[in-house]
Nanobody, 122 residues
Framework: VQLQACGGGLVQAGGCLRL?????????????VTWFRQPPGKEREFVAF????????DYADSVKGRFTISRDNTENTAYLQMNNLKADDTAIYYC????????????????WGQGTLVTVSS
């Protein structure tokens, strides 16, 4: 599976963005998709994941209630809708995928997109 993330940009605090993670390959419907982010000068951190079938999701506490992860397996694409953005959401956002169990750690993810920069101005 090859992943390509896009949709980042500059937005004011309180605004919204939708990130997309487009996948190539026929195994997309069998992989977990997770969004991670890496704020400037900090380590990569978990944001949200969605199970292969799309029935299970989970979020970091810092984004719960503001971000929504979804996927369309017919389009081989996952999404991250980000509402009410805050300056602390500024980061490079990565989508990643793996088979098997759900994990919040970036270790063990086989497939990564190239990252898309989200900048939130206060």
């Amino acid at each position: 599976v090859q992943l390509q993330a896009c949709g980042g940009g500059l937005v004011q605090a309180g605004g919204c963005l939708r990130l997309s993670c487009a996948a190539s390959g026929r195994t997309f419907s069998s992989v977990i998709v997770t969004w991670f982010r890496q704020p400037p000068g900090k380590e990569r951190e978990f944001v949200a994941f969605i199970s292969a079938g799309g029935y299970n999701t989970d979020y970091a506490d810092s984004v719960k209630g503001r971000f929504t992860i979804s996927r369309d397996n017919t389009e081989n694409t996952a999404y991250l809708q980000m509402n009410n953005l805050k300056a602390d959401d500024t980061a490079i956002y990565y989508c990643a995928a793996k088979q098997g169990y759900i994990a919040r750690s970036p270790i063990g993810y086989n497939y990564w997109g190239q990252g898309t920069l989200v900048t939130v101005s206060s």
